[in-house]
């Protein structure tokens, strides 16, 4: 069992930037892939970005270039630095830890970020 909290989220102007916390709990951190995802009403939860178990990564290309994924295994922790914001990056973000071999897949209870003027 893994719990996952976000923090991190919030209002911010365009252009501005946000820094987005998952902190893991339960298991063995290294191990899972890790992701943030986002959702809009009515619009299904799209991948943002991930950094598997041995540190790839990849991104959605509305973020390539602003948005970073980086992953802290000692302290079970994986960070969003999200830059040059714009306001279609308004969403709720949700941290995701997957484990395919164990087919685990949680999720944590998602963060607000508003990108407005």
């Known amino acids: 069992q893994v719990q996952l909290v976000e923090s991190g989220g919030g209002s911010v102007q365009p252009g501005g930037s946000l820094r987005l916390s998952c902190v893991a709990s339960?298991?063995?951190?290294?191990?899972?892939?890790m992701g943030w995802y986002r959702q809009t009403p009515g619009k299904q939860r799209e991948l943002v970005a991930r950094i598997n178990s041995d540190g790839t990564t990849n991104y959605a290309d509305s973020v390539k270039g602003r948005f970073t994924i980086s992953r802290d295994n000692g302290k079970n922790t994986v960070i969003l630095q999200m830059n040059t914001l714009k306001p279609e990056d308004t969403a709720v973000y949700y941290c995701?830890?997957?484990?395919?071999?164990?087919?685990?897949?949680?999720w944590g209870q998602g963060t607000q970020v508003t990108v407005s003027s």
């Open positions: 339960g298991s063995i951190f290294s191990m899972y892939h």
């Open positions: 995701n830890a997957n484990r395919p071999v164990l087919r685990a897949d949680y």
